[in-house]
C-alpha cells in the first residue's frame, strides 16, 4: 500500500494525539502550515469550512477505509496493527544507520544530529532544502511564510555548524517562489542569505545559477493568467565561515578551451601577433591570458537537465513500488561542488537526500559521505540509485 507523505501525516498525528483536534495541530507542524494558513477557508455546497481541517478529515475516512485506523470515540482515533506498519516517517527524535556503501553511510532520521554525530569531521556539506512553497507536496514543507521558513532553515543549519571542518563550506540549492495571490516573487532567499551572515557568521562566497533547458512551465501567473515568462533556473548558494580559507580550487573543475581560445594559445606559442587589447579595454598577454593553463576556467552559469524517468534509479523505483521524489536535480551539479570544494577522500553530506544524487557523486568521485532523510521509502530509492549501477550497498534498515 502506498500513501503520500501528507496520508503518513495524518496517520501519525491519530497515533500521538489520538483525536481529530490533535491531527490538525500535528499535520500543521509537519507540513509547514501557518496559523494564517490553517484559518483558511473553502466553500463545501453552502457552507464554508477549514480548508486543511476538511482535507483531513477525509483523509481519516480515507484510512478508515483502508484499515489503518478506526473511531474510538466520538472525535478519536485508534491505529490499528495494519496502520502502524504504514508509519515510515521518523518522529525526528530518532536515529537508524538505514544502508552503507563502501565510502557512505546513510540515515533515516533528522539531519539536526549530524552536529553530534560527526563533529568536526564534514568538508562539504551539500543539499537542495524544501523550497518555499505555498502549494503542498509528496514531501515537507519547512514552512509556508517567508519569515517562518527563514527561521526554521536557518536554525536546522545551526545544528548542522559543529559537524563543520575549519575548512568546510555548504552549497544550498533553493527555487524561486511567488508570494501567494500577489503575483509578485517572493524575496525569501535574501532574507536568508541576509539571517545566515547575521545570525550564524555564514558568507556568500558566490552564487551559481543552474539552467534547465527542459523545466516545464508552471505557475498561476505563467500558464493561467500568462503575464509571466517560464522560470529555467535555480540557485545554488555556496557559503562558508571563512571564505578565505575554505578550501576550494577551481582547477579541478577546469573546462575545455573554446576554439577561439585554442587558437589564441597555438598563436602565442608560436609567437605570432595578437591583438592584445580588446574593444572593451581589457587587456590580455601571452604569459597568463594566452599560457595553455590545461583548460579554461569554468563560469558560474551551470547547465543540467533534470533527471528522466527512464533513468535506472527511475526504473528502480518503478519496479519496487516506490515514490520517486518529486524534486531531483542531475548528479553532474553536486559532482561539480564535490570537485570544486572537496579532496579525495574527504567527507560529503546531505542533510536533505532525497534521490540521492549527492550520495552517489560522492561515491563516483572517491569521497566519504553521509546522507540523511526522515522518509523511508525515499531512502530505499536512494539504496536503488547505488545497487541499479552496480554500486555494492547493504541495506540495513
Not at 156 to 174: F, G, H, K, Q, Y
Not at 260 to 276: D, G, L, T, W
Not at 379 to 385: A, D, I, P, T, V
Amino acid at each position: 500500500m502506498q500513501l503520500s507523505l501528507f496520508d503518513k501525516h495524518v496517520l501519525e498525528g491519530v497515533a500521538l494525539t489520538g483525536t481529530t483536534a490533535g491531527c490538525y495541530g500535528h499535520v500543521a507542524k509537519r507540513q509547514g502550515l501557518s496559523w494564517q494558513d490553517m484559518q483558511e477557508k473553502v466553500f463545501r455546497g453552502q457552507a464554508a469550512v477549514g480548508k486543511w481541517q476538511h482535507r483531513i478529515r477525509q483523509i481519516q475516512q480515507k484510512l478508515k477505509a483502508k484499515g489503518l485506523i478506526e473511531p474510538s470515540t466520538k472525535g478519536s482515533w485508534v491505529v490499528t496493527p495494519k496502520g502502524r506498519q504504514e508509519l515510515t516517517v521518523t518522529s525526528g527524535r530518532a536515529v537508524k544507520l538505514y544502508f552503507v556503501t563502501r565510502n557512505g553511510l546513510a540515515f533515516w532520521g533528522d539531519s539536526q544530529h549530524v552536529g553530534s554525530m560527526f563533529p568536526g569531521e564534514i568538508d562539504l556539506i551539500i543539499t537542495s532544502p524544501p523550497f518555499l512553497l505555498t502549494k503542498e507536496r509528496e514531501y515537507q514543507n519547512l514552512a509556508s511564510e517567508e519569515i517562518a521558513y527563514v527561521d526554521a532553515l536557518v536554525s536546522a543549519i545551526e545544528s548542522w555548524l559543529p559537524s563543520l571542518t575549519p575548512t568546510a563550506s555548504i552549497v544550498l540549492n533553493l527555487g524561486d517562489s511567488t508570494k501567494k495571490g500577489t503575483g509578485y516573487q517572493s524575496l525569501y532567499k535574501e532574507r536568508l542569505l541576509i539571517a545566515l551572515e547575521d545570525r550564524l557568521g555564514l558568507h556568500l562566497v558566490q552564487k551559481f545559477v543552474w539552467y534547465s533547458p527542459s523545466k516545464m512551465p508552471s505557475g498561476y501567473w505563467v500558464t493561467h493568467a500568462r503575464r509571466n515568462c517560464a522560470n529555467a533556473t535555480e540557485d545554488f548558494y555556496w557559503l562558508s565561515l571563512s571564505p578565505k580559507t575554505c578550501k576550494a580550487s577551481n582547477q579541478s573543475v577546469l573546462i575545455e578551451y573554446s576554439e577561439k581560445q585554442k587558437e589564441y594559445i597555438e598563436a602565442a606559442q608560436r609567437k605570432s601577433p595578437i591583438k592584445r587589447v580588446r574593444p572593451s579595454g581589457q587587456r590580455a598577454d601571452d604569459s597568463s591570458f594566452y599560457a595553455d593553463n590545461g583548460g579554461a576556467i569554468p563560469s558560474n552559469l551551470l547547465f543540467a537537465a533534470p533527471e528522466g524517468a527512464q533513468s535506472p534509479y527511475s526504473r528502480f523505483c518503478k519496479d519496487n513500488g516506490l515514490p520517486r521524489h518529486p524534486a531531483m536535480f542531475h548528479f553532474s551539479l553536486p559532482e561539480f561542488f564535490i570537485r570544486f570544494l572537496t579532496d579525495k577522500g574527504d567527507v560529503i553530506c546531505d542533510t536533505y537526500a532525497g534521490s540521492g544524487n549527492t550520495p552517489y557523486a560522492a561515491e563516483i568521485n572517491n569521497r566519504h559521505w553521509v546522507s540523511f532523510d526522515v522518509v523511508k521509502e525515499y531512502l530505499s530509492g536512494h539504496f536503488g540509485r547505488f545497487v541499479s549501477h552496480g554500486i555494492e550497498a547493504e541495506l540495513l534498515g
